[in-house]
């Protein structure tokens, strides 16, 4: 006989389909120092906050949902979730922690990958005018790494001179610590340093790969991401701008690569079969 998971609970498996989509709450690894220094991964998309810090947490969360995930999803992720909901926010604590996502195979961003600043956060600086990997690699950093990341857009010749005065992780430009390697796009090289293969991300990593780099023949989408991402570039004169559009854009291609990449569609339908 299944157990029904708790009210103010959430499952492993229901909170790997939220996470990718603009709609996933924001995650809170909150496991003690300790556990965390035995296994520094976090999952996907998540953040960390102390659980003596509560009026702090309030203000990150900003009135938006949430999923607290401790060690084992016990006392400190169940308190913590009542202590939000005592003040009017939606909270779900993750059943099992984040010891029963790991032993569930799912994937985790090694900590020590994410060039986080101090206050836990990310800045990203790479050539201006992006058309297809310096979307994808945003809106994969967005979806999975770091929701609050930032990204700044200048002439290729201001990269490094921005990268220093910002301090920003330059990326998807030439000696960057994240740029194309071999006949792999920036897109490919973030899966691999973020440990995030899934099925899903790996076929959306083929499709941007082979649109990025002009080689259509290696997947049919190709020549359509590569034809609206074009289009997408001429409609807007702010970088920032394109950003907020090609994310969209993304989440779609996500949507299709996980649920909807073996859905075909023709008009009119062929004539139903005549049973005899």
């Known amino acids: 006989m299944s157990i029904m998971p708790a009210p103010n609970e959430i499952t492993c498996q229901h909170l790997f ?11 809170v690894d909150m496991r003690l120092v300790d556990d965390f220094a035995v296994d520094p991964r976090l999952i996907p998309s998540s953040i960390r906050h102390s659980h003596t810090d509560i009026p702090g947490l309030m203000r990150r969360l900003q009135g938006r949902p949430s999923v607290i995930a401790c060690h084992r999803g016990q006392k400190l992720s169940q308190v913590m979730v009542s202590a939000l909901q005592a003040e009017g926010l939606t909270s779900e604590y993750l059943s099992g922690g984040a010891q029963a996502w790991a032993e569930s195979g799912a ?4 900590v020590a990958a994410v060039p986080f600043d101090p206050d836990g956060q990310t800045c990203w600086i790479t050539r201006t005018r992006p058309k297809i990997d310096r979307i994808a690699c945003p809106w994969l950093i967005r979806r999975f790494v770091d929701p609050n990341a930032r990204f700044l857009f200048v002439a290729d010749s201001e990269v490094g001179t921005g990268a220093s005065m910002f301090n920003a992780t330059p990326f998807d430009t030439q000696d960057a610590p994240f740029t194309h390697e071999g006949d792999h796009c920036t897109f490919d090289v973030m899966l691999d340093r973020f440990c995030l293969h899934t099925p899903a991300l790996d076929r959306m990593a083929l499709a941007i790969r082979a649109a990025d780099t002009n080689r259509q023949d290696m997947h049919p989408v ?3 991401l590569l034809a609206v991402s074009v289009g997408l570039s001429r409609q807007f004169r702010n970088d920032q701008a394109q950003l907020e559009a ?3 854009l993304y989440d779609a291609l996500y949507r299709w690569a996980r649920d909807g990449h073996s859905e075909g569609h023709d008009w009119p339908s062929p004539p139903a079969v005549q049973r005899t």
């Open 222 to 224: 190709a020549a359509g």
């Open 107 to 110: 994937p985790m961003v090694p």
């Open 246 to 248: 090609g994310l969209a």
């Open 17 to 27: 389909r939220l996470i990718g989509t603009p709609h996933c709450p924001v995650i």
